[in-house]
């Protein structure tokens, strides 16, 4: 698969096979995705993978946070307090087209809901990485992190797996600050689960649009 190909193929998926992923993949695919573009070759990422027992402890953990209606404070805003057009308009867009292929109306709350806790099962991924960052790090640094996970990402497919990075962990960073050990200098950044594509899955059905160019590609031409 050519990067193009993959860069096409990848999207975040939300049903995966329980399926095992090999242990020696998912730490190859880590290492892999390292050489990514990162200012001052700072690398400012640290990456943890998590499978099995420990996964199926975690995921316990969360069950009981979300039964319970458990509640942290935010490692940072996932998405802009006043969120604008188009941006509002498009995030909106594509829950909208989620739950439509899940079958679940506007006014279905309950079912909703209960949906967006799959998040925190990792949608049946049976592995998942989490990315964190030094605290004094700032947005140039952060955009490192982007760049790593799309390499991850993209290594991903070419190996035949599929991911969904979820910044909703983010939501609890006491949690998995403490089940991951992670230093008080550094802030939960997201996690991602991986694995094999479910293709049963209604959600994996949704393909997301992408705005046309002609939104936010400006071409400078040179003078005659």
Known sequence: MDVTEAIAARRSVRGFLDTPVDPTLLHDLAVKASRAATGG??????IAIVQGEPLARLKAIMAEKIATGATETPAYDIYPKDLTAPYRDRRYAVGEAMYAHLGISRDDKPARREWFARNFEFFGAPAAYFCTVDKRMGPPQWSDLGMYLQNLMLLAVDA???????????MYPETIG??????????????????????????????TERANEAEWLTTIKPSA
Do not use: V
């Open 160 to 170: 035949g797996l599929a991911t969904c990075p979820q910044e909703c962990w983010a």
């Open 178 to 207: 403490s089940f991951l050990d992670i230093p008080e200098d550094r802030t939960l950044f997201c996690g991602m689960a991986i694995g094999y594509e479910d293709k049963t899955a209604p959600a994996n059905a949704l393909r």
């Open 41 to 46: 070759n700072l690398q400012p990422w640290h």
